[in-house]
Each structure stands twice: as structure tokens, then as C-alpha cells.
């Protein structure tokens, strides 16, 4: 193997490397802000829970008539029913958005594959037409 064939293939290599390297970082980079936007998304959930609860407890401490206490949980069950379909919307939508993010990674990662394949090939038809 001579040293321009072999220098070719060192840099290819290192190429490949950096290229997946890169990939990973990226990879890692959506998974943590994901990660990180659904966890407040959570917190939001058990927020509006705790309001919630916070609410009836006042309310059953300060409601005397038990059609009116019902009448005002019913109120707050669909308020919170309210926030938190709100919050499930917004995990979906972070969601959405990371799993486009990945297609659109995946679909980078092929384009680059099909085309170093293919000029990989050109410099190998080359080489077995000139050995023929």
C-alpha cells in the first residue's frame, strides 16, 4: 500500500470518526434539553396538583354547605383537568419537536453516508479499470 492510498484511508477513517463523534454529541444534546423540558413539564403537573389540593382543603375548612363544597371541587377538578391537558399538550409537543429533530439527524447522517460511499467508489472503479 502506498502512502497516498494509505493516507487517504487514515483520513477517511478519522473523517468516519469525527463524524460520529459529532452525531453523539448532537444525539446527546437533544436528549438532555428534551429531558430537561419534560422534567419541567412534570413539575408543573405536580404544581398544579398541589394547588389543587391546596384549594379543597381551604375550601372544605371554609365551606360550610356541603352542595356548595361540592359545587366548588367540582370547579376545581375541572380547572385542573384544564391545566393539566395543557401540560400533557406541551410534553407531546417537546416530544414532536426532538423526534424531528432526530429524522432530521438520521436523514443528514444518510445523505453523508450515500455520498462518501459514492466518492469512495469513483477513486475504486479508477483503480480496477486501470488494472484491466
Known amino acids: 500500500m502506498d502512502n497516498t492510498m494509505m ?32 422534567a419541567r413539564q412534570q413539575l408543573a403537573a405536580v404544581e398544579n396538583w398541589i394547588e389543587a389540593g391546596t384549594k379543597n382543603i381551604r375550601l372544605a375548612a371554609e365551606t360550610r354547605d356541603p352542595k356548595e363544597l361540592m359545587a366548588k371541587q367540582a370547579e376545581i377538578a375541572v380547572e385542573l383537568g384544564e391545566k393539566l391537558m395543557g401540560v400533557a399538550q406541551e410534553a407531546l409537543d417537546i416530544q414532536a419537536q426532538a423526534r424531528d429533530e432526530l429524522v432530521s439527524m438520521v436523514e ?18 479508477k483503480t480496477v479499470k486501470k488494472a484491466a
Open 7 to 38: 493516507s487517504n484511508t487514515f483520513e477517511r477513517v478519522t473523517e468516519a470518526n469525527r463524524t460520529a463523534v459529532d452525531a453523539a454529541v448532537q444525539l446527546n444534546k437533544i436528549a438532555v434539553r428534551t429531558q430537561g423540558l419534560l
Open 108 to 125: 443528514e447522517g444518510f445523505n453523508a453516508a450515500t455520498s462518501a460511499a459514492t466518492s469512495a467508489a469513483k477513486p475504486a472503479t
